[in-house]
Each structure stands twice: as structure tokens, then as C-alpha cells.
């Protein structure tokens, strides 16, 4: 009886198994020999996995190789409301990751209380340090998502040069758009397979294109001086409630620029909240009348043409002087001043005079051979050219206005780069912001020299014009109050009015002060002007930060003064100098 | 009676001779069995071995991420906390007030005076 049983379980897992063998290999079969492609290649498309390798972009350097802007991996944090709401405790993963992530609490309760919703972002960009804390937690229902954003460890700093990216990865502004094409990088493309837990099988990468990273860039912009110069321009917009303020530094021989900033300001790391005029490099894009400061390049020519020689006296018609048919103002009455004294006291009605001996043509030639009416090429986007008409469509006026530096339009860049001239013995260099640019290999892909553009002046002119321009910072001179204890400055002072409903006011002011320094062997050329000072001359609210920007700047750069008794003794050198 | 002893040796001869045969067809069989399962044991090492490197590289793959990420992290900070508007805050917050030396209180040497000090210090030459 037993081994009937036996045998009848013999037959029946026999006939099972026969079955599910069968069964196995009928699938087989039909799986093989049936229309089988469509099904291959509905695997083939789970398992296959394409994708861009993405690649940060390049860092952004300055000159002393600080860390400016870099791709930084971030995290998005968000929660899971339906696995929360399973599994209760809500309002405790609300209230810390609230506390945690500097978010209200009760925004994010409300997130985790939406029905039927799988993914609610509760802070996205979180850098990885908050985010440590979380994890260490181990809250359910919390994820995190890697990704990658634009940085810029030193907030505002140098914001108008460095300019920011937006959050797709691409220059919006500054270097980092007139650059992006260094910065960005190629991306790579892969091609693999991965298992049913999503991981990558390795053998089965059939395509893999390394990404490029983007290229670094070094700039010739020194953090500290531009954190000197930043510094002085708050004090400057405190102090005078000013509308908004510029300066430059640009080193004489080499024609880089040290420093570059603008006011107001913006963090790049917080681009979207910034207005258009905290974005603004107005260095570099806004135009604005001069004043005095311009009487410097006409004065250069006129001296370089011969015309006067510093001693020669000019009557100065006390202060009020008709000249085309409309009175021509000094800000004080002057009756006989040299040349030299015409600098120093700032004397439109003298330089006037002057610019009339040199003529339209020739004051023109000058101008434009110092860079006014074209762009410098400074390689930052939104450069403007400014404005200089062509003599065929002055009027009798406009010389006379155009020599003190009304009539015509010039940027900040354009201004300090015609002081750079006078400290270069005359040659015209381009102004420069990138040192070098250095790809992902660590070759240098790019790397700009110093490029002469012309040379307006003599250097025998440029000399003199250094030396006459030390007296403007002497005792009685306008831009005194950029003197410094061990240091000679050679500068000049700017007041110019504002065009407001089309006429001038004299209640809105450009004050500026432009000058170099040392004078006896020029290192720096600094450009500070202030728009709408309360203290309205250039003299008492550019010169001031004038000094504040160039003394920590040269003791920083360790440019040690000229002794005394060695100080000045070019202008022996200097023909028709007296 | 010469005849049927010849051919039973014929016969003998040809049953060796098969068996012969057999006998090579099962060793070469064999051989060709023994060659196919190294060759397969080998493909399959090959293979776990290649798999097993495949996953490595994939770990250290995503472990130079991880670490990449740390340095920019860390470049990050550091930038940060060095950054001259951060270090004037830490001097404030802790009443540190930088000054510049006076010119007078700067003492400037020169490479050759370094060398000589280091000669009379330790009696030995120094290198420039």
C-alpha cells in the first residue's frame, strides 16, 4: 500500500515538474522564436541609462590666487508628505528642520500636511554643513538632493568685476559673462546600463566622453586693495549720503587694474534679490561730465605742444570772463596765475585760454589719443564708449566748456587710465582685469601683455604734468586733502554739476579726485568719484577717500616713500620748467 | 585449415582496431570537454573579476565626487573665514585693533645679511 503512495507522489512531482519545465520552455520558445525585438528592446531601454555628465565651472581667482567664485556642491532638502503623514510626527520633523534651516516652522507643517503629494522642497541650495546636522538626525520622510551652484565666498567683494552666473550655470554679468566661454567647460556624455537596483554595471558603458572642466581665471585684482578701496567708498556714501560712488586703482606700469568698485552694491550669491542700479559697474558704464579733472589732458597738450611754459602768467579776468557771447565762472576770483598755478587752483577761465591757443582740432586730437570716445577694452561687458563729439559740431562754446570738462561724456576706466598715461612717460597701455586664464590641464590658454596703445604725450610733458600736479595736493592747492604724511601726490581735484531738467544745477554734483602715486616714481593711478556728495566739492569728498584707499595700499604693497632730501629733482630734467 | 585461422586474426585485428579508435574518440573528446570547461571557468572568472573592478571603479568613481565635493567645501570656508571684511568683523568682535608699523620700526634685510647671520650663528655656510 505504502509503496503504491510512494509511487503515486513519485508521479505527481514527477508531472509537476515536467509541467513547469514545459512551461518554462514554452515561454522560451515563444519569447525566442515570436516577434520577440520589441520586448528586447523594452529591456534594453530599462536597463540602458544615458546621461550628461555635468561639469562645474571654472573658479575665478585673485591676483594672489584668493578663491572668488566656484561651483560649490549644495543640497536641495525636501520631504516626502505622504511617508510622513503615515507615519506621524509631523510637527517635530517641521520644527526642527525649521530651527535648522533658519525656515518658519509652520510653512513648512504645511507642506508636510498637503495630501497625496510624494516630493515638497522645504529649502533648496543648503550648503553641506547645514545639511550634516539633518542627517545626523535621521528624520524620516527627509531627503536630500546633490547639486551643484555658483559661490562667491566673499559676498560683495569685487561683485561689479567678478559680475555673478545664473542658477542654468551661465555668465549673466562681469567676468564670469565675458568670460563664460573659459569658465564654462564641455560637458561629457555617457552611455551604460544599470541593474534593477539602478546601479551602474560598469562593463556595459558602451560610450564615455570625459567632460572638460572649465578653465580657471586669475585676475589682476588684488583682494586687499579692493577691500581698502570698498571700505572707503562706504565711509565716503555714510559720510556724504552720497547717491552712489566709484573708484579705481590701476598699476601705472603694467596698466592692470588693483581695484574696481561701485556703489551701491550687491552679493552675487544673492543676485536675483539686487536691483539694477546695485548691479550697475559704474566704473565701467556710467558716463558722466568730468569737470576739472579733465583740464589734466588738455593741460597735456597744451603744455606738450609748447604753447606755454608753467611760469608763463594768465590774466584770469578775476573770476568772470564773457567769451562767445556767455560768461565763462571761476569758483573763486582769480586775476594773474601761471600756468602752473592755473592747474593748482583750478582755473577754468586759464585753461580755457589755453585750450583756445591749441584750437578745436588739436584739443581734439589730444582727446582722442587718450583713449576719450572709445571704449578701453578692458574686457569687461557693458563697457560704454562715452561721448566725444567731432569738432565739426562744436560751437563757439564748446571748447571753452569741453577743456573744463563739461560737453563731453567719459567713464571712470577712461579717466584713470589718461592719469596712467601721465605716470608711464607718456604711453597710452590698455587697462586689464584678467591676468590669466589657466584650462582644467593647468596650461595657461590665455595670458594678455602689456599693450601699448599710443603715446599721446612726451614723456618730458608726462613728467612736468606730474610735477605740476604735486602742487595741486600742496598747501592752497584744491585737492589737499589727499596729501599723506610720506607719501607726494600728484592729483587733481573735480566738481562738476549735474545736468537736471536740462540745465545744470549747482545743488547736484559729480565730486572726484584723480591722481598718482608716489609722484616721484608712480606705482598707482586712483580714480574716485562721488555722485551727489552733501559735501560737494571734489576736493572735500573725493580727496579724503583718495588717502583712505592709497595709504593702506601702498604700505600693503610695500612701495616705501622717497626720502626728503631725494624727492623731486625731475623737474631739472624737464625742459622750459621753472 | 590455413584459411579460417587468417581470418579470425583479421578479425581480431579489426576489433583492436575500433577499439583503438573508440579510445582516441573518448580522449580526444575529453580533452576537448576539459579545454572547453577551463576555457569557460576562465571566461567566467574573467568575467566576475572584470565585474568586481567595474564595481570598484564606480566606487571610487563616486568616492572622488564625495571628496571633490569636501575640498570645495573646505576652499569654500576657508575663502570665507580669510576674507578681509570677515577678519575686520573677528577683530572687532574681540576688541583687536590693527595698526601699521611706523617706517621707523621695520627692520629690512637683505638676502646677503640673512646668509651672513645664519654663517655667524651656526658657524657653517648658509646657501643663498
Same mark, same amino acid.
Given at each position: 500500500m505504502n509503496d503504491k503512495r510512494q509511487g503515486m507522489r513519485l508521479i505527481l512531482v514527477a508531472v509537476t515538474v515536467a509541467l513547469v519545465w514545459t512551461g518554462l520552455g514554452l515561454r522560451l520558445a515563444f519569447l525566442h522564436l515570436g516577434d520577440h525585438e520589441e520586448k528586447l528592446e523594452s529591456v534594453r531601454r530599462t536597463h540602458r541609462h544615458q546621461r550628461e555628465v555635468l561639469v562645474g565651472r571654472g573658479r575665478i581667482f585673485d591676483? $594672489?590666487?584668493?578663491?572668488i567664485a566656484m561651483d560649490l556642491g549644495m543640497k536641495h532638502v525636501s520631504v516626502d508628505p505622504s511617508l510622513i503623514q503615515d507615519r506621524g510626527g509631523g510637527a517635530f520633523i517641521a520644527h526642527q528642520l525649521g530651527r535648522l534651516l533658519e525656515v518658519d516652522p509652520a510653512m513648512i507643517f504645511a507642506k508636510i500636511n #498637503? /495630501? @497625496?503629494?510624494k516630493q515638497e522642497y522645504? &529649502? &533648496?541650495?543648503?550648503?553641506e554643513d547645514s545639511v550634516q546636522p539633518i542627517r545626523a538626525m535621521g528624520l524620516h520622510g527627509v531627503f536630500f538632493e546633490d547639486v551643484s551652484a555658483r559661490h562667491y565666498p566673499? @559676498? /560683495?567683494?569685487m561683485s561689479h568685476v567678478i559680475g555673478f552666473s545664473n542658477l542654468e550655470g551661465y555668465? =549673466? *554679468?562681469g567676468i564670469e559673462l565675458r568670460y563664460d566661454r573659459y569658465l564654462r567647460g564641455i560637458p561629457g556624455f555617457r552611455v551604460t546600463e544599470v541593474d534593477r537596483r539602478g #546601479?551602474?554595471?560598469?562593463?556595459?558603458?558602451?560610450i564615455d566622453i570625459v567632460p572638460r572642466h572649465g578653465a580657471d581665471i586669475t585676475l589682476t585684482i588684488d583682494g586687499r586693495i579692493q577691500h581698502f578701496t570698498e571700505r572707503a567708498l562706504d565711509q565716503a556714501m555714510e559720510e556724504t549720503g552720497a547717491l552712489g560712488a566709484w573708484a579705481i586703482v590701476q598699476h601705472?606700469?603694467?596698466?592692470?587694474?588693483l581695484a574696481m568698485a561701485s556703489r551701491p552694491t550687491f552679493d552675487p550669491n544673492h543676485f536675483?534679490? *539686487?536691483?539694477d542700479e546695485e548691479r550697475r $559697474?559704474?566704473?565701467?558704464?556710467m558716463v558722466f561730465e568730468?569737470? =576739472?579733472?579733465?583740464k589734466v589732458a588738455v593741460i597735456a597738450g597744451v603744455l606738450n605742444e609748447r604753447l606755454?611754459? /608753467?611760469?608763463d602768467i594768465i590774466f584770469c579776468e578775476n573770476g568772470r570772463w564773457m567769451h562767445a557771447g556767455k560768461p565763462l565762472n571761476d569758483f573763486r576770483p582769480y586775476g594773474h596765475l601761471t600756468v602752473a598755478d592755473v592747474l593748482k587752483k583750478s582755473s577754468n577761465i586759464g585753461t580755457a585760454k589755453m585750450a583756445l591757443e591749441l584750437g578745436n582740432r588739436k584739443v581734439y586730437d589730444y582727446l582722442k589719443n587718450f %583713449?576719450? %570716445?572709445?571704449? +578701453? %577694452?578692458? @574686457?569687461?561687458? %557693458?563697457e560704454e564708449a562715452g561721448i566725444l563729439r567731432h569738432? =565739426?559740431?562744436?560751437? *563757439?562754446l564748446s571748447l571753452s566748456r569741453i577743456c573744463m570738462g563739461h560737453e563731453v561724456m567719459v567713464t571712470g576706466i577712461q579717466m584713470v587710465n589718461m592719469m596712467t598715461v601721465l605716470g608711464n612717460n607718456g604711453f597710452l597701455i590698455r587697462p586689464r582685469v584678467v591676468k590669466r586664464v589657466v584650462d582644467a590641464r593647468g596650461e595657461t590658454i590665455y595670458e594678455p601683455d602689456i599693450e601699448v596703445l599710443g603715446r599721446p604725450i612726451s614723456g618730458a610733458t608726462a613728467r612736468l604734468m606730474v610735477k605740476l600736479l604735486t602742487r595741486a595736493t600742496?598747501?592752497?592747492? +584744491?585737492?589737499?586733502?589727499?596729501?599723506?604724511d610720506n607719501y607726494t601726490v600728484a592729483g587733481k581735484t573735480g566738481t562738476a554739476e549735474k545736468v537736471i531738467d536740462g540745465r545744470y544745477s549747482r545743488n547736484h554734483n559729480i565730486a572726484s579726485f584723480i591722481g598718482l602715486v608716489p609722484?616721484?616714481?608712480?606705482e598707482l593711478s586712483i580714480l574716485v568719484v562721488i555722485d551727489e556728495?552733501? +559735501?560737494?566739492t571734489g576736493g572735500a569728498a573725493a580727496a579724503p577717500v583718495f588717502r583712505q584707499i592709497a595709504e593702506p595700499s601702498l604700505r600693503y604693497l610695500d612701495i616705501q616713500p622717497i626720502p626728503r632730501e631725494l624727492a623731486y629733482r625731475f623737474g631739472d630734467e624737464v625742459p622750459y620748467f621753472e | 585449415m590455413a584459411r579460417p585461422k587468417r581470418k579470425s586474426r583479421n578479425r581480431l585485428r579489426t576489433r583492436t582496431r575500433k577499439t583503438v579508435q573508440v579510445r582516441l574518440y573518448h580522449g580526444a573528446s575529453l580533452l576537448a570537454l576539459l579545454v572547453a570547461a577551463v576555457l569557460s571557468l576562465a571566461y567566467l572568472s574573467l568575467g566576475a573579476r572584470s565585474e568586481e573592478l567595474g564595481r570598484e571603479i564606480n566606487r571610487l568613481e563616486k568616492r572622488l565626487e564625495a571628496v571633490r565635493r569636501d575640498v570645495q567645501n573646505e576652499e569654500f570656508k576657508w575663502s570665507h573665514l580669510t576674507s578681509p571684511g570677515e577678519l575686520e568683523k573677528l577683530f572687532k568682535r574681540h576688541n583687536i585693533v590693527m595698526s601699521w608699523p611706523p617706517p621707523e620700526n621695520i627692520v629690512r634685510l637683505r638676502r646677503g645679511d640673512l646668509h651672513l647671520r645664519f654663517a655667524q650663528a651656526t658657524g657653517r655656510e648658509g646657501h643663498e
Open positions: 591676483r $594672489n590666487e584668493h578663491l #498637503r /495630501p @497625496g503629494r522645504v &529649502k &533648496k541650495f543648503v550648503l566673499r @559676498g /560683495p567683494l555668465g =549673466s *554679468a #546601479r551602474e554595471v560598469y562593463s556595459r558603458r558602451s601705472v606700469r603694467t596698466g592692470e587694474i536675483r534679490t *539686487a536691483t $559697474n559704474r566704473a565701467v558704464s568730468p569737470g =576739472s579733472i579733465f606755454f611754459r /608753467p611760469s %583713449g576719450f %570716445g572709445v571704449p +578701453t %577694452g578692458i @574686457g569687461l561687458p %557693458g569738432p =565739426s559740431s562744436w560751437t *563757439a600742496e598747501e592752497g592747492g +584744491t585737492g589737499r586733502h589727499a596729501r599723506m609722484a616721484e616714481r608712480p556728495p552733501s +559735501t560737494r | -
